[in-house]
């Protein structure tokens, strides 16, 4: 059964970024693509309904407008005193976050998240004000448009011809524990400008020559929509995360399994094909395990033109890294809200002295909820069998001879050292660590598997010819020894496995490294590639 705890430096990280909330207060966040939409009304709608259930509501600072039906919402709220600054021939009315403080609602109602602060405020921007309350634990409800988000600013401006001054950085608006979009269609907000309720007619009529036309209108609105949708997804993810057991899905993405088999191209295609009737998310997955290095150049080759067709046809291909396949796909199909996973009949995996286990049995077992669908594969049973023989035997290292010499030679070292201790006296003990250091040593010089094991079988043959009674005989006359070399046996065999996945990880860390610097230092060429041909140029080199 798969482990589904999770991760327990992400776990740690979570209880403290709680703990740190406990007693912070909330934020919502009333979001529009332009004035006139409604935010101040909504917001102070949601208050009077908390009001109403008992919460504490007081409006720190609500901007004056010139809509009765809007201003007729403050009647039976409190509303703090504002904070008056003279500036030149005006005063200037502010936000009065002492006073706030000082009077510490429940609930603070605060308009307009990106206001900048007259001079004399303590803080810069508003923002910041909001910022301070909610970590005294007040909660706030503000407002504020799409416009005034700074990573929006050069597409606002390139649609509308305005650079909006007063803005916000993106992580407010992410960090947010709500945000309600207030959206009415484009053409309704125009009769509304026409009708004197966002400006007054000069105002309104300037507005709608420049600022308020439907062409702007519609694309702000879109790009609302779009910005509240990917606040909705980061949510979402982080609830995936903190929750690894989940296997929802708030849209169709099929994901497919590359491998060298022959058929893989037909599984495939008919992935490509479910994804365009779905209209899906595509993406083709292939796990390199320790060793993978070794594979054979027929196979290599097929992979690769597995992973270009997948390309070719839509879809997003991942390398993944790990020993345990099954798993890899499972965790990946889990935290990538996949719906569907499409495989062939050629991933079978057979378990000692038990039947035949069917990879898509295993897989089912780790992600039950999610759909599973097996592609007939008429390529199944010879490449099967060819590779239970290859798993079987572990050819995938050409040089034999080298490996078993240096094989050889290691535990040769090894009994000469180990004679050297007895002559001096030092207990059989420490002739073992000798032992299984060679072990170890072999595992990290030789490239098969099966060293390992041929090692650890050797080390214990020569440590009973040599150094138990009755000697040069493997014969024992104490049976208590049996036990040392079980102990021995295991000692020598796990270590050199493990090193083998240390030394196979590490080769994966660096072919991925250097993938890394191939990719980044192509991008360099690309941002200096001025052209079509200099780009074409870039990509071919």
């Not at 309104?204 to 036309?213: I, L």
């Not at 050297?420 to 598997?449: D, H, K, W």
């Amino acid at each position: 059964m798969e482990n589904n705890r999770p991760d327990p430096d992400k776990l740690l990280e979570q209880v403290k970024e709680e703990e740190s909330r406990i007693n912070q207060g909330k934020l919502k966040i009333f979001f529009g693509y332009a004035a006139g939409v409604g935010k101040t009304y909504a917001m102070l709608e949601a208050a009077a309904q908390m009001a109403e259930a008992g919460v504490d509501v007081a409006a720190g600072y609500i901007e004056p407008h010139a809509r009765p039906e809007t201003m007729a919402l403050l009647d039976g709220l409190e509303q703090l005193p504002v904070l008056e600054i003279p500036y030149k021939n005006i005063v200037l009315r502010e936000f009065d976050l002492d006073a706030a403080l000082k009077r510490r609602p429940q609930l603070l109602l605060v308009d307009e998240l990106a206001h900048t602060n007259a001079a004399g405020c303590r803080h810069t921007k508003r923002y910041q004000d909001i910022q301070e309350l909610l970590k005294e634990g007040i909660s706030v409800y503000t407002t504020v448009n799409v416009q005034h988000l700074e990573s929006l600013n050069d597409i606002v401006a390139s649609i509308t011809g305005i650079t909006v001054q007063e803005r916000i950085p993106d992580f407010v608006f992410d960090q947010a524990d709500q945000v309600e979009l207030v959206d009415i269609e484009p053409a309704d907000l125009l009769e509304r400008l026409k009708e004197g309720k966002v400006y007054c007619p000069k105002q309104a009529g300037t507005a709608m020559d420049h600022f308020f036309t439907l062409d702007n209108l519609t694309a702000l609105r879109e790009i609302a929509l779009r910005r509240t949708a990917d606040q909705v997804n980061r949510v979402t993810e982080k609830n995936r995360e903190q929750n690894r057991e989940s296997e929802y899905y708030t849209g169709e993405h099929i994901l497919v399994c590359l491998s060298a088999s022959p058929s893989n191209a037909k599984v495939i295609r008919a992935a490509a094909r479910m994804a365009n009737a779905f209209r899906a998310r595509f993406t083709a997955v292939h796990v390199e395990a320790p060793g993978g290095e070794g594979m054979g150049d027929e196979d290599a080759l097929r992979l690769r033109m597995n992973q270009r067709l997948a390309e070719q046809l839509g879809a997003k291909t991942v390398t993944l890294y790990g020993g345990d396949i099954t798993r890899q796909i499972a965790e990946y199909a889990r935290i990538s809200g996949v719906s569907k996973i499409v495989l062939g009949r050629s991933y079978t995996k057979k378990k000692l002295f038990s039947q035949n286990v069917n990879f898509a049995d295993q897989l089912t077992a780790l992600v039950p909820r999610m759909e599973i669908y097996l592609i007939p594969d008429t390529y199944t049973r010879p490449y099967a069998k060819k590779n239970r023989l290859e798993s079987i035997i572990a050819v995938k290292d050409k040089n034999y001879l080298k490996d078993s010499l240096a094989m050889l030679a290691v535990l040769g070292i090894s009994t000469i050292l180990a004679f050297l201790f007895r002559l001096l006296g030092i207990n059989e003990a420490n002739i073992v660590t000798i032992y299984i250091l060679g072990v170890l040593i072999i595992a990290l010089i030789t490239e098969n598997q099966i060293y390992n094991l041929l090692a650890s079988v050797l080390s214990v043959v020569c440590f009973n010819i040599f150094f138990t009674i009755p000697y040069n005989s493997l014969k024992v006359r104490d049976p208590g020894y049996m036990i040392t070399f079980l102990i021995m046996f295991l000692a020598g065999f796990i270590t050199a496995s493990l090193a083998k996945k240390v030394k196979s990880y590490g080769r994966q860390a660096v072919r991925k490294a250097w993938r890394m610097e191939i990719l980044l230092d192509t991008s360099r060429k690309l941002q200096m590639a001025y052209g079509e041909k200099a780009i074409a140029e870039t990509v071919a080199g």
